[in-house]
């Protein structure tokens, strides 16, 4: 398949979608080359990025994010938006086959020409896929996508990191405080900026309220947002359609006011210089744990530590002496 | 006054305080052969640590932080228990003379031999001294201390690291949602063990009781917490003393239940792991800060990132090969 970055960039602007899925794999590639590629691409198309909504959509398993997905992407189509929707799914490392699954799961939307669904491939760490998200961001909204929504499962660290990377972060729950929340991560319901109830249809619909009210009330106890939102709790039915084009309009009109305020794009300032010190934080201690025997040293003293003995600060400083001895030798 | 920690050891194990403040100032000492000592200080007091509970308490200002712990303290002490107090308080660092402020603000607690109240002498930085507060702690407890508080004012980021050295984190809040709340780092909620709605007497009393009654509803919406501990809302008054052995009996039965199941060791280990990490992280950047030149070009790379303009991957990657040349160059 094509590799030349500038043959790409130009395809991907004209909003090519196999160019896209071409250029989303070199972004997702672990390989160094590869990846080398990618940012020159990325360096390419910089001037056609960041017209897009950004979008992130987190919930456990079984709340029904792809329904949810399926049916509040045919409301932005109908609205004449281009749709793009990335997937974090950790569950696609296991059966391997999720390209396959998450269309057949948006059976509909993936059919319509203004809409492209990218499941994850990961083949390295959900964290690194998470991270390239960003990068993929980018090449979406360089297609001309009006709207990237980027789908997390609600259950690790992926969503710290998405919430890093989009405008909008939707959290789905379902009715009912009990069980169906201990999958949840503590801290990820701060983060929302709107919390969707779903399946409030049929017998579900009375409780799907209740527990909007509950949270509605529980959302004006929190501290409020530095940007003055205060998060919104809803309900929606993707069975019925009803309350999902209120969840748009209520992305829309953030959208509208955080732009006026400035917030939007401060907002992606600071994530961009947030993600500069992540990286170089990580590049940092990538070339720390790759010193000569590091590995088994930081081993042993975290197992000394754990067992109540051992003094965190001393064997800290021992370890970075030894980093600093080991680098510069390897030169000499 | 003494500097010699075999003297300074043997004197806090008898618990002499003002040994045990000589200990303190070297733990929060910013001089390196200061901090030296305090180490050497801490490893031969080790065996002697570890037997408190180790109580987080924050809140805004005007929550009414000093009277509750005035109160609190007095329980505590009603029930034979010697209680040390160490105090991270940002404003004492613009006073300057928060020591005897401290004291005044509990007036009767202080003066019991029970208790030792702390405050902070902070010359440095609030984050350095409120990572210095864990060692600060193993001073108390080789003290013979069986209760050791950390007070914060809850604006900043010394909670993060409060809740990452303690047992048991206490947020005591208002009643009103309204603008006492402002204040408030989002995150800190989710982070208590328990909420107390403090000034419950008098006018404010049935208010009071109606905010606990909508926190603690609002805790159950919330995931629970690893440990099966379900986040208690309680309300008291250090006026009337009504709620207040309220307050120590949770945070009893928490410390029973947790030793009981193995989560309070687990928990403290972790901790020991987590700060091992975060010391190692420290010094890793600081010693990358202090290459020369790299400071300006931080500071140049993140002024164009602002501007929207660079690459956060390819930023961060030139400054690594560029700290790597540096510091094998240094030693050439």
Chains 1, 2 share one sequence.
Not at 318 to 332: H, V, W
Request: net charge neutral.
């Amino acid at each position: 398949m094509e590799r030349n970055p500038d043959e790409l960039a130009m395809r991907i602007r004209q909003g090519d979608k196999v160019a896209l899925s071409r250029g989303l794999t070199l972004v997702e590639s672990t390989r160094k080359n590869d990846h080398e590629t990618a940012l020159t691409l990325l360096d390419k198309l910089r001037d056609q990025t960041g017209n897009s909504i950004r979008i992130g959509i987190t919930g456990v398993p079984g709340v029904g994010k792809s329904t949810f997905i399926e049916s509040f992407g045919q409301v932005l189509v109908e609205k004449g938006k281009k749709i793009a929707v990335l997937a974090i799914d950790p569950s696609s490392e296991k059966s391997g086959g999720s390209i396959l699954g998450d269309k057949t799961r948006m059976n509909k939307l993936s059919q319509l020409p203004e809409v492209y669904i990218r499941p994850t491939a990961s083949g390295g760490s959900l964290g690194g896929v998470a991270k390239r998200t960003r990068e993929s961001i980018l090449l979406c909204e360089a297609a001309g996508f009006d709207v990237v929504i980027i789908e997390t499962v609600g259950v690790g660290q992926s969503e710290t990191m998405v919430k890093e990377m989009v405008d909008f972060f939707l959290l789905l729950m379902l009715a009912g405080a009990g069980d169906e929340l201990q999958g949840i991560k503590r801290g990820i319901m701060e983060m929302a900026d709107a919390l969707v109830i779903t399946k409030a249809d049929g017998d579900n619909e009375a409780a799907a309220k209740r527990a909007r009210n509950e949270y509605k009330n529980a959302m004006h106890l929190f501290p409020p947002n530095e940007n003055g939102w205060i998060p919104k709790a809803m309900t929606c039915s993707s069975y019925t359609n009803i309350g999902v084009p209120e969840v748009w309009e209520t992305i829309e009109s953030f959208a509208n006011k955080m732009t006026l305020s400035g917030f939007l794009d401060a907002n992606r300032r600071g994530q961009e210089v947030y993600w500069f010190k992540e990286t170089l934080k990580e590049m940092l201690i990538a070339n720390f744990m790759d010193a000569k025997g590091m590995k088994e040293r930081i081993l042993a003293a975290e197992k000394i530590l754990f067992e109540g003995k051992g003094n965190a600060f001393a064997d800290a400083k021992e370890l970075m002496q030894f980093y600093i001895t080991q680098l510069t030798n390897a030169k000499n």
